[in-house]
C-alpha cells in the first residue's frame, strides 16, 4: 500500500512541499505518478548530455525537487537553465546511491515549458545582497529569502486572524482614507484629486481654450437676434409650429451662453478661494489623508461590539529612513470594552505567544533558513518567548532596575531617573540582561503617554503597557481601555 | 450539575451570546453567576419603581439579555436609559412566569454605570433610517442594522481567511500605495506629500521672509571683511589661537552666506519645473497614487509562490454614487500558476458557496435579521447557493439563450448579439429566470475583456469568467491563468 499524496487544490499538480517536507523526505511516495510545476533553481547535464538534473522550486517550500530529465523528453539545454518554468509528469524514485534520503521525480513528460533567456535573467544560483534585489521586485519572490518571508507573512498574517477570532473579538474594517488626525501619531499622506484635475483641466483648456469676453459677448448679441425672432413671428401670428421652433432656437443660443460663461470662468491650476486651497472642489469634498491609526473608529465599535480588532495597512510620511520607519505598514490594533490594564497584558502576552507558537509548528522550514544565513539566534529566541512566562513590571520598577545597574557601573548614553521615556539601550539591558526574556513594562508617568490613556489612583501613572523583546524593543504598546 | 458558561477571553464577563445563543435559550444555566457588561437597549421602571427590567446588549450576538434590578442596587432612572453603558453581576434565573423561554438575570451588584443624557443621545428605541445613521457613526453600531453588518463582515472576512489558507493559497501584502496605474482600471487618487510640504513653507515663509537680495549682498560683504581680518592677523603675526578665532568666524559667515542663497530661492506654491509639478520634490520623489488592483504585484508572487492571493482594501476616485462605487472597498484577488480555467471556476465556485454556507453556520441570527427587515429572500438564496452546483455556459450559449428568450417575447432594453458585453438585464435573465440559480459564463470575445487575458484556439474567445448570481449580478470575475 502506498502513502496518497496532497494534490494542490483548483490544479493538477502536487505541491512540492508535500512530497519533501515528510518525515521520511518523501521516500515512502518512491514509484508513485505525480505533476509537479515550478522553477528550476539550479540545473546540470550528466552523463554526456544523457539527462539532467534540475533543482524545481514552486514556492510552497523552500526546498526544492530533484527532477531527471532524459534528453528524449526535452531540450535540456534549455531545461538546466535558473529561472526555466516547467510542469512534467513523472515517477517518484529513491535517489540509486541510496546516500541522500529525498525522493526524486524522473520525468516521463515535459507539460510545459517557460523559457528563459539566461543573458537577461538576473538571478545567479548564488546568493544576492538584499538591497541588490530591490533592482528586481518582480523576481525577489523567487530567492530563498524573500519566499522565506513571503510564507512567513503570509503564516503570521493568517494566524492573527486565527488568534483574535478565536478569542472572541470582532474584525472591524477601518477606513484607509480619513478626515481625522489620530493623537498626532504622525506626518500624513494626503489623497486627492485636486491635482490629476487640474493637469486635466489644463490640457483641455490648451486643447479646447476657453471663449473670450469678445466670444461670450457676439453669443450674446445672438440671444438678442433669436429673440427678435420670435417676437417678430409672434406679431405676425405664425403658426404655434413656427413659434415653436424659434423659441427652441433661442432656448439653445441661451444655454449655449451660459455654458460659455461657465467655461469663460475656468482658471488653470488647483482651484483657490480666499487665498488657500478650495477643499470643497477635492473628490471628498473636504481635505483627506491616509489615516496613521483606526483607533478612533475602533474605539466607537469597542462600545457597541464589547471586544474589536482591526489588521490593515497603516501610513505614515514620515521622512525617516531607518529600519523602523514604513510610509505603509500593517498594524494590529484591538480594542476591549469592560477589561482591566491585567486582560490586557493577558492578550498581549497569549498574541506574542500565539505568533511564536505558530512559527515553530508551521514555519519551520523557513525559520532555519534564517538561522542558518541571517540571525542565528532567531529560533532560540522565538522559542523562549512561546515558552517562557513574560517578566511584568512596573514602569517604577523598571526605573528602579536601571538606576540599581548604573550603581553596580552600567554606563546607559541617557540618564535614568524617574519620568523619562525608555530609551532603546534601556529597554535591551531589560530584556536583554536584567531578564532574559520578554518583560511588559507598564503604569508609565502620565507625561509620557497619550493623553487617553486611563489615569491611575495615584494620579501619576497611566494603565499603559508596551511589551519589550530581546533584540528587538518595543513589539507592542498599549491597547485602550474603555468603560 | 450544571452547565459552565463561555467566559469572554480577557475579561472576568461572560459574552451575552453564551446566555442567549443556545438551543435552550440559556434555561439549563439557571442559577448561575455572572459578570456582563453591555449598553441598555430599552428600560423599564416596574412595581412601582421597585425594580426595573433593563435589556442589554454587549453585541456579541444580536439578542438582548433581560437584566432584573431592584431599587437598593442603582439609581432605576438613570439605568433605564437607551444608551447607559452597565456592567453587573448576577445571577441568571428563569423567568417567573415560564411563558418566556429565556433565561434572565437578577442584579446583586451594579460594577459600573456609564450614564447617559438621554436629552442628547441620538439614537431611539425604534428603528432609525439608514440613511439617517449616517450622522451617528460613532454610535450607529449599537443599532440591531450596524451591529448585524459588522458581526456578518466580521465572520466573512474570517471565512475569507480560512478558505485561502486550506486550499493552498498564500496571501501576499500587496503595496496599497503605488507608482502604476493596472490595466486602467479607474480613476486613482493621488498619494502626496507637496501641497502640505508647501503649506508648511508658505507659513514658514509669512513668519521668516527669505533674506532680500541686500541681505545676502551685505553678508557677502562681510564674509570679504572677515576674510581680510584673516590676512591682516596673519601678515602681523599673530598667535596661533587669534588667527584661528579669526578664521572660525570667516567659515561661519560663508556658511550663513550659503543658508541664506538656499532660503532666498524658496518659493512659495507647489514646486515647478520646466512648467510642470515638479514630483521629484514628492515624499516618492514620482508621482504616486493608490492602488486600484494589487494584480501586477500578485501576478509576480504567482510566479514564484505559484498560488497566491490578495485580500486588501482598493481605492477608486470614480465620481459614481451608485451602490456599486465605492471610492475605498476589500477586495480578494487570487492567482493561481499552472491552473485552466476549469480550476480557476472550480475555484470561484468553492470560494463562493463555503461563503455562503459559512454565513448559514455562524451568523444565523443575524441572518435572520435581515430575511426579517430587509430582504425577505435573502436566507433562502444564499441557501441555494450554497447547495445547488452552479451552471456553467459559455459566452456564446448565454448569448443563444438569450436570442431564444427574445424569440419568445421576452424584451431586453439591450440588444443581443454575439460580441455585446451582457448588460445587467440579461445576468439577471440568466440567473434569475432561465437557471434560478448562479450562473458561471466563462470564454467571452476578446474585444470585451482585458488584454492580458489568455486567448482560446479559436482566436476569438479568451479564457475569462464571471460568477454571476441572482439579484446581484456579477459577484466575482476572472483570475488569472499563467504557465
Redesign the interface.
Known amino acids: 500500500m502506498t502513502t496518497s499524496i496532497e494534490r494542490?487544490?483548483?490544479?493538477?499538480?502536487v505541491?512540492i512541499r508535500s512530497i519533501i517536507l515528510r518525515p521520511d523526505g518523501g521516500s515512502g511516495l518512491a514509484g508513485q505518478q505525480a505533476r509537479v510545476?515550478?522553477?528550476v533553481k539550479t540545473g546540470r547535464k550528466a552523463d554526456k548530455d544523457a539527462f539532467a538534473f534540475l533543482e524545481l522550486n514552486?514556492?510552497?517550500c523552500a526546498s526544492n525537487l530533484q527532477i531527471i530529465v532524459e534528453a528524449d523528453r526535452g531540450d535540456l539545454g534549455q531545461l538546466v537553465l535558473t529561472g526555466t518554468?516547467l510542469?512534467v509528469d513523472g515517477v517518484l524514485k529513491l535517489p540509486p546511491d541510496g546516500k541522500k534520503q529525498k525522493v526524486e521525480l524522473q520525468v516521463q513528460k515535459v507539460i510545459?515549458v517557460?523559457v528563459v533567456d539566461a543573458s537577461k535573467y538576473p538571478l545567479p544560483k548564488t546568493r544576492l545582497p538584499l538591497e541588490l534585489l530591490r533592482d528586481y521586485?518582480?523576481?525577489r519572490?523567487?530567492t530563498n529569502a524573500?519566499?522565506a518571508v513571503?510564507?512567513i507573512?503570509?503564516e503570521l498574517?493568517?494566524a492573527t486572524?486565527r488568534f483574535f477570532?478565536e478569542?472572541?473579538f470582532?474584525?472591524?474594517?477601518t477606513?484607509?482614507?480619513t478626515t481625522s488626525d489620530c493623537e498626532g501619531a504622525g506626518?500624513?499622506?494626503?489623497?486627492?484629486?485636486?491635482?490629476?484635475e487640474a493637469e486635466k483641466l489644463e490640457k483641455n483648456l490648451i486643447k479646447n481654450p476657453p471663449p473670450s469676453e469678445v466670444d461670450v459677448e457676439s453669443a450674446k448679441l445672438i440671444i438678442k437676434q433669436r429673440g427678435n425672432d420670435v417676437a417678430q413671428l409672434k406679431s405676425a401670428k405664425a403658426s404655434k409650429q413656427e413659434i415653436g421652433a424659434a423659441v427652441a432656437e433661442l432656448q439653445k443660443s441661451k444655454e449655449n451662453v451660459l455654458k460659455m460663461e461657465e467655461r469663460s470662468k475656468l482658471q488653470p491650476g488647483?482651484p483657490q478661494k480666499d487665498g488657500k486651497?478650495d477643499y470643497s472642489q477635492d473628490?471628498?469634498a473636504r481635505q483627506a489623508f491616509?489615516t496613521v491609526s483606526g483607533q478612533l473608529q475602533l474605539e466607537?465599535?469597542a462600545?457597541?461590539?464589547?471586544?474589536v480588532y482591526t489588521f490593515?495597512?497603516t501610513?505614515r510620511?514620515e521622512?525617516s529612513h531607518t529600519s523602523r520607519h514604513l510610509?505603509?505598514f500593517?498594524m494590529v490594533e484591538p480594542e476591549?470594552?469592560?477589561?482591566e490594564l491585567e486582560?490586557?497584558m493577558?492578550?498581549a502576552e497569549?498574541y506574542v505567544k500565539f505568533m511564536c507558537q505558530w512559527l515553530l509548528d508551521h514555519c519551520m522550514e523557513d525559520m532555519e533558513f534564517f538561522a542558518d544565513k541571517i540571525d542565528k539566534s532567531c529560533i532560540d529566541r522565538i522559542t523562549m518567548s512561546a515558552k517562557t512566562p513574560f517578566a511584568r513590571i512596573t514602569y517604577t520598577e523598571a526605573v528602579e532596575l536601571l538606576t540599581e545597574a548604573v550603581k553596580n557601573g552600567k554606563k546607559f548614553e541617557n540618564h535614568v531617573e524617574w519620568g523619562i521615556d525608555l530609551a532603546s539601550e534601556h529597554e535591551r539591558y531589560l530584556t536583554e540582561v536584567k531578564f532574559q526574556k520578554p518583560v511588559i513594562v507598564y503604569n508609565y508617568p502620565k507625561e509620557i503617554k497619550a493623553f487617553y490613556m486611563r489615569l491611575n489612583d495615584d494620579s501619576k501613572t497611566v494603565a499603559a503597557m508596551d511589551v519589550l523583546v530581546p533584540k528587538v524593543g518595543i513589539i507592542l504598546g498599549t491597547l485602550n481601555l474603555y468603560?
Chains 1, 2 share one sequence.
Open positions: 494542490v487544490q483548483y490544479s493538477d499538480r505541491p510545476g515550478g522553477w514552486d514556492g510552497s518554468c510542469q510545459h517557460g521586485v518582480h523576481l519572490a523567487r524573500m519566499g513571503a510564507r507573512r503570509d498574517s493568517y486572524k477570532h478569542s472572541g470582532r474584525y472591524v474594517n477606513p484607509n482614507i506626518e500624513m499622506f494626503q489623497v486627492t484629486t485636486l491635482i490629476s488647483i486651497i473628490f471628498f491616509l466607537s465599535y462600545c457597541a461590539l464589547s471586544t490593515g495597512p501610513f510620511a521622512k510610509a505603509e500593517w476591549m470594552a469592560f477589561a486582560h490586557d493577558d492578550c497569549d468603560n
